[in-house]
C-alpha cells in the first residue's frame, strides 16, 4: 500500500456534509487525512489510518488558521468536546477529526442555526462581491461602450485566448457559486447530501483556483516571453516567401530596414510587417482564419477599431468583401477579405488601381 495519498479538497461550503461523507468513506478504504493546507490549489495530504475509532467533522470555518501554531478559544472548546482542527480550506470549511478514545458529538446540530450562520459567514460576503463585480462590469461597459465583436489580439494569440477562457471560466464559476449559496439558503430544510455533485462542484472549485494562479502568475510570464511585436527583419529571404506585398512587388525601391512580426493561435495566424523609404510607407497586416466566422470577427473588429477617425466605405474591387479609406494627405488604406483571408494595407500608396489590384491577387496568393 502506498504510503501517502493526495487529493483536491475545495468543497463548497453548502456541501460541508458531502465533504465529510467523502472523508469518511476515504477513511473507510483506509486513508485518514493528516494535513489540509488552507490554499486550495494545493491537495490534502493522506497517511494510512492510524487507527480505527476516527470520525469527522466538517463545519463553516471560524478563519483561516494554523493548528499546529495556535488554536483560538473556539478550538480550544471544540477540542475539550473531543474533536480536533485539521485545517481549514480556502473555500471556507473547517474539517475536525475526533481525538483518541473520543465519540463527540457533532458541532453543529441545529440547521436554523447552520443556516444564519451560513447566510453570515458565507452567502453575505459573496453577494456583497458579486454585486461590486456586476456594478464593475457594467461600469466598465458604458465606459468604453458595449463591444460585439471580439479582439483582433485575442483571435490570434493563443496566449490571450487562454486568458479569456479563464476568466470566463472563472466569472462563471462565482455567479455558480452565487447561486448554489442562494438556492441551499431558500430550501426549507436541508438537502441529503449528494456526493457525487459535491465532488463535481469541488473539482470545479479546484480548477477555479488553479486558474486564478495562472492569471495572477503564470500568464504575465508568458506573455512577457511570447509576447509578439515588431522587430527587424533577420532573414528577408524568409519573409520573402510569405504572401505578402512587399515595394519591390510594385517596382520601388525596397526598404533597408522593414519591421516584421508573426504570431499564430489555433483559431488564425497573423503576419504583421512594415515597410518604409523616402517617404513612402506600407504597413500590412494578413490574418489566415480556420474558420469564416473568425474572419468576419476580425473584418468587424478591425472596422470598428479605426471607425472614429478613419471610417471606410465599402467597395467593389473584386474580393469577397473590400472597404477603402483615403483622405486629403494622401493616406490610403485598403481592407480586404476573401475567403478566410483578411489583410489590411495603409500607407502611402494607393493601391485600388487595376494594376495594383491584379498584383494583390497574385502577391498575397489569394483565390477567386
Excluded at 185 to 195: D, K
Aim: proline share 7%; hydrophobic share 45%.
Amino acid at each position: 500500500m502506498k504510503k501517502v495519498k493526495y487529493a483536491f479538497f475545495a468543497f463548497q461550503p453548502s456541501d460541508c456534509e458531502a465533504a465529510q461523507l467523502w472523508l469518511t468513506r476515504l477513511y473507510d478504504q483506509g486513508w485518514e487525512l493528516e494535513h489540509l493546507p488552507s490554499f486550495a490549489f494545493l491537495p490534502a495530504k493522506f497517511i494510512p489510518r492510524t487507527r480505527d475509532d476516527i470520525k469527522y467533522c466538517v463545519d463553516l470555518s471560524h478563519g483561516v488558521r494554523d493548528p499546529s501554531f495556535a488554536s483560538d478559544d473556539f478550538d480550544q472548546l471544540v477540542r475539550e468536546s473531543g474533536w480536533a482542527l485539521v485545517g481549514t480550506s480556502r473555500s471556507g470549511l473547517d474539517v475536525y477529526k475526533s481525538l483518541p478514545g473520543r465519540d463527540p458529538i457533532p458541532i453543529q446540530t441545529d440547521p436554523a442555526l447552520f443556516k444564519k450562520a451560513f447566510f453570515r459567514r458565507e452567502l453575505l460576503p459573496i453577494l456583497i462581491g458579486g454585486l461590486i463585480l456586476a456594478l464593475f462590469m457594467a461600469l466598465l461597459g458604458s465606459t468604453l461602450g458595449l463591444r460585439t465583436t471580439l479582439p483582433t489580439r485575442l483571435l490570434t494569440s493563443n496566449w490571450e485566448l487562454l486568458n479569456a477562457v479563464a476568466l470566463l471560466y472563472m466569472l462563471a464559476f462565482f455567479f455558480f457559486t452565487v447561486g448554489w449559496g442562494l438556492r441551499f439558503w431558500l430550501r426549507s430544510s436541508p438537502p441529503a447530501p449528494n456526493l457525487r455533485l459535491a465532488c463535481f462542484k469541488s473539482f470545479c472549485g479546484t480548477l477555479f483556483y488553479l486558474l486564478w494562479i495562472f492569471c495572477l502568475i503564470l500568464l504575465p510570464l508568458s506573455r512577457a516571453v511570447t509576447d509578439g511585436q515588431l522587430a527587424p527583419v533577420q532573414d528577408p529571404q524568409a519573409v520573402a516567401e510569405l504572401p505578402l506585398l512587399r515595394l519591390e512587388d510594385l517596382d520601388l525601391p525596397a526598404a533597408p530596414l522593414p519591421w516584421f512580426c508573426q504570431q499564430s493561435s489555433v483559431l488564425a495566424s497573423e503576419l504583421e510587417f512594415e515597410e518604409a523609404i523616402d517617404g513612402i510607407s506600407l504597413i500590412q497586416t494578413r490574418w489566415d482564419c480556420r474558420f469564416g466566422w473568425v474572419a468576419e470577427q476580425i473584418v468587424a473588429g478591425t472596422l470598428a477599431s479605426y471607425e472614429r477617425y478613419m471610417p471606410y466605405t465599402p467597395a467593389d474591387l473584386g474580393f469577397d468583401q473590400a472597404w477603402t479609406y483615403t483622405d486629403d494627405s494622401g493616406f490610403h488604406s485598403l481592407l480586404l477579405r476573401q475567403g478566410n483571408t483578411v489583410v489590411h494595407l495603409h500607407g502611402s500608396l494607393d493601391l485600388t488601381t487595376p494594376d495594383r489590384l491584379d498584383l494583390l491577387w497574385d502577391t498575397l496568393e489569394l483565390t477567386a
